[in-house]
């Protein structure tokens, strides 16, 4: 089966970074996803990995490495608005390739 | 685009009765999912459907939860007989084309059923 697993919070402080973890175990891997979802609202769509590595997308970032099963969000030049819950999601090759979520870590940055 | 729109915003059922949620996707996208969200257990997978065709409903309870897409437009869940345990709140999402995307799913607002 499929299983991600997630910190549940992270405090940090403006002006600074936060590295949200994640990690999955799959049958077989089809790439890696990450949401952001504020209190009360959707989930939104930040980023997707599928290769090893970094990939740097400015304020977001997302670190791969399929050996391990391991993935983060790094969050740089954190601003109070970055307060959210933030999603990883992993999909797989099991039977209708569905996306599976983590729990999402709540990350909160004070002044 | 209005995105994905769930109706209604807010459901209070009493047990035992029946719940019905809608669906709309974005115009033009061939995926549809439902997922259930709880502080407990976070986002879990109930059932998605492709070119209205259902593909998975392996996170579905089977005894009280159906879901339909009888055209390309709207989807709906129903629960029959609510029980407290059903309360969360409902998402649907939808995606371009699931199986070439890169995963991008695009979440309506959510329905927070309720049963009393």
């Known amino acids: 089966g499929q299983g991600v697993e997630q910190p549940d919070n992270l405090m940090s402080v403006e002006g600074t970074f936060a590295r949200v973890n994640c990690t999955y175990s799959?049958?077989?891997?089809?790439?890696l996803s990450w949401y952001q979802q504020r209190e009360g609202h959707a989930p939104v769509f930040l980023s997707y990995?599928?290769?090893?590595g970094l990939k740097d997308s400015g304020h977001f970032s997302t670190f791969l490495s399929r050996s391990n099963g391991y993935s983060y969000l790094l969050l740089t030049e954190l601003q109070i608005k970055d307060s959210a819950s933030y999603l990883c999601?992993?999909?797989?090759?099991?039977?209708?390739?569905?996306?599976?979520f983590g729990i999402g870590t709540r990350v909160l940055v004070r002044p | 685009n209005a995105g994905v729109i769930q109706t209604p915003r807010h459901k209070v059922t009493g047990k035992g009765q029946e719940a019905t949620l809608w669906c709309e996707p974005i115009?033009?996208?061939?995926?549809v999912f439902w997922y259930r969200q709880t502080i407990v257990q976070g986002l879990e997978f109930l059932t998605y459907f492709r070119n209205q065709a259902p593909i998975d409903d392996s996170g579905m309870p089977k005894e009280r939860f159906s879901a339909q897409m009888p055209n390309q437009s709207h989807s709906t869940l129903k629960i029959q007989s609510t029980q407290p345990q059903d309360s969360a709140v409902y998402l649907c999402?939808?995606?371009?084309?699931?199986?070439?995307?890169?995963?991008?799913?695009?979440f309506g607002a959510g329905t927070r059923l309720s049963v009393l």
């Open positions: 999402a939808s995606s371009l084309d699931y199986l070439f995307s890169q995963n991008t799913l695009y």
């Open positions: 990995v599928v290769l090893d």
């Open positions: 115009s033009g996208h061939s995926a």
């Open positions: 799959t049958s077989g891997f089809n790439g």
């Open positions: 999601a992993v999909r797989g090759n099991s039977a209708g390739n569905k996306l599976t």
